[in-house]
């Protein structure tokens, strides 16, 4: 697949696939931290993550649009407030979700897997009724246009590399807050022993809700973000749901570095192949070789130790 290229547009293409796929790496790792937080430490199978980050994104246009009609001249800065808001609004419908649906289903995957199928299809609905069905996009502020030339060949978005800036910034921050923080300690105590964590005085209910609403605001920065790169439709996460627990899976479902390192690889192979073959044939081929290295390593890249 490689005939009628020299080696200079090669290494140039690889560049260019390779700065294409950091930026889809950027929208998995947020996607896929979430999802991880939910799916790997509290065993609840979010078929709706997806729609969480459409909120997300959705957020991020009407911002985009009250910074344009009634503060233009702050509208370089509306993105940061618009992620603030996407986070909130997802965040706050996820806690509500976990009291209404979530909770009764705990320790019952394939129940929570039905019902979130069924409330993601609910919010794509209610996407096409107050949105309509056509897609959406968010106007750029002018500091986010343009691009870096590295090289003749290629150029590097400023708004690509905004966007990877952020992911990283939010990974640091989960990272953080999951394993270096007394927050983080009491929901590892409730995911490795509940009744324990119980008897000790960890409101497990609270750190259940909190956590899932987590996870749901972290899908929303994903939206936020994903509105730098793509226009915003009703179904729009659809198309990544899937990758998005196969990162997880792939990585170790109770891993964040190993989901970190996962969706590196993930979207970097999506991304190379998807210009030498098309694109359905490079998610297969990605899926392929991923399933062949989880049958030798069931547990993921970096799954968890645990002493017994």
């Not at 959705?58 to 993105?79: D, I, N």
């Not at 990544?240 to 969706?263: E, H, N, P, R």
Request: glycine letters at 12%; aromatic letters at 12%; hydrophobic letters at 55%.
């Amino acid at each position: 697949m490689f005939d009628g290229y020299t080696t200079s547009e090669l290494m140039s293409i690889f560049a260019m696939q390779g700065f294409a796929g950091l930026s889809l790496f950027s929208v998995f790792v947020l996607m896929a931290l979430g999802l991880a937080i939910i799916f790997g430490q509290m065993g609840v199978i979010n078929m709706a993550h997806g729609e969480f980050m459409i909120l997300g994104a959705y957020t991020t246009y009407l911002t985009s649009s009250a910074f344009q009609s009634y503060l233009p001249g702050l509208f370089g800065g509306y993105f940061f407030v618009a992620m603030i808001f996407a986070f909130l609004v997802c965040a706050a419908l996820g806690a509500f979700i976990e009291w209404a649906m979530v909770r009764h289903l705990y320790r019952r995957p394939l129940d929570t897997l039905l019902a979130t199928w069924g409330l993601s299809l609910i919010l794509q609905q209610a996407y096409r009724t107050i949105f309509g069905a056509r897609e959406v996009g968010v106007t750029l502020p002018e500091w986010m246009m343009g691009s870096i030339q590295v090289t003749d060949m290629v150029d590097l978005p400023i708004n690509g590399l905004f966007v990877m800036i952020i992911a990283l910034s939010i990974a640091l921050a989960v990272y953080f807050l999951m394993y270096r923080s007394g927050w983080g300690k009491k929901v590892r105590a409730v995911v490795q022993n509940r009744p324990m964590a119980e008897a000790v005085g960890i409101n497990s209910a609270g750190v259940d809700r909190a956590t899932f609403a987590l996870g749901c605001g972290i899908a929303g920065i994903a939206g936020a973000a994903f509105t730098m790169i793509g226009s915003t439709g009703p179904s729009s996460g659809q198309a990544y749901i899937v990758d998005t627990f196969l990162v997880v899976v792939f990585g170790g479902a109770q891993s964040l570095i190993g989901t970190i390192v996962s969706a590196f690889g993930i979207s970097q192979a999506q991304s190379t192949l998807e210009f030498f073959l098309s694109g359905s044939m490079a998610k297969v081929i990605t899926l392929l070789v991923v399933v062949g290295i989880l049958m030798l390593r069931p547990e993921g890249l970096m799954a968890l130790k645990i002493r017994r």
